[in-house]
C-alpha cells in the first residue's frame, strides 16, 4: 500500500481568508514533504518533515505554515495568500529522507 | 546539484516499447537516478529507481549506462494509459532531495 490522502480536492479562497490543506499516510512513514507545482512546470519542493520535526524549509514565505501533529498527518495552514499561489499542492511520503517518496494526489487551489 | 536533460516530448505507438532517454553528466556516485511520470492534474507517481546496475520492475526497466552519465526507462508495451510526462532525477545528499527537470511528454498513439 503506497497511499497518500490528500484534502481537499479543490480549494478556492479570498486572499483574505485562512484555510488548511491536509496530507495523511498509514504506512508508517517518518518523512513528508510538501511541494508546490505550477502549470507546466516540475513540482518546487518546500518543505520536509522528518520524524515530526522540520527538516527543511525551503525559503517559503510565512503566510505557508506547515504542520506536523502526528507522525500520519501533515497540515499546510494558508493565510493571506496571493493570486499567484494558485497552483496544485502536492504531499509526499517516505520511509525516511533517504527512501522513495510517494506522493498523493494533490489539492487544486485558486486564490482569487 | 546534478542536473537531467530530456527530450520536450515523445511519441510512441500502443503495443510498441517506449524508449525515454535522459542525460546527467554531471551525477556523482552516491545519486540515485529515480524515475516518475505525472498523469494530467494528478500526483506524480513512483516508477523505478537505481544507482548503477540496471533495474527492472513490473512497471519498467531502467538502463544505466556504465558511466552513468545517461539512463534510459523503457516501457515494454505502451498503453494509451502510459501517455504522461517523465521526469528523470537525480537525487542529491544525504537527504536525497529529489532535482527535478523538466520532464519528457510521452504520447502514446493508438
Known amino acids: 500500500d503506497t497511499e497518500v490522502t490528500q484534502t481537499p480536492k479543490h480549494l478556492v479562497m479570498g486572499m483574505t481568508n485562512k484555510k488548511s490543506l491536509k496530507c495523511e499516510q498509514h504506512m508508517g512513514h517518518r518523512a513528508m514533504y510538501w511541494y508546490k507545482q505550477k502549470a507546466k512546470k516540475p513540482p518546487e519542493l518546500m518543505f520536509v518533515y522528518s520524524y515530526e520535526k522540520l527538516s527543511i524549509n525551503e525559503s517559503v514565505p510565512s503566510r505557508f505554515s506547515p504542520e506536523c501533529p502526528n507522525s500520519s498527518l501533515l497540515n499546510l495552514h494558508l493565510h493571506a495568500l496571493q493570486p499567484e499561489d494558485s497552483a496544485l499542492y502536492l504531499c509526499a511520503s517516505s520511509r525516511n529522507t533517504q527512501e522513495t517518496q510517494y506522493f498523493g494526489p494533490g489539492t487544486r487551489l485558486l486564490v482569487l | 546539484d546534478a542536473k537531467t536533460t530530456q527530450p520536450t516530448s515523445m511519441d510512441c505507438a500502443e503495443g510498441r516499447a517506449a524508449n525515454l532517454p535522459c542525460n546527467h553528466s554531471?551525477?556523482?556516485?552516491?545519486?540515485?537516478v529515480y524515475w516518475y511520470r505525472q498523469i494530467h492534474s494528478q500526483g506524480p507517481q513512483y516508477i523505478i529507481h537505481g544507482l548503477k546496475n540496471n533495474e527492472t520492475n513490473e512497471m519498467a526497466s531502467l538502463i544505466i549506462t556504465e558511466d552513468r552519465k545517461s539512463s534510459t526507462l523503457i516501457l515494454p508495451h505502451a498503453t494509451l494509459r502510459d501517455t504522461a510526462v517523465y521526469y528523470c532525477?537525480?537525487?542529491?545528499?544525504?537527504?536525497?532531495?529529489?532535482?527535478w527537470g523538466l520532464g519528457t511528454s510521452l504520447a502514446v498513439n493508438p
Open positions: 554531471t551525477i556523482s556516485g552516491n545519486e540515485y
Open positions: 532525477i537525480v537525487t542529491t545528499g544525504n537527504n536525497r532531495k529529489l532535482i
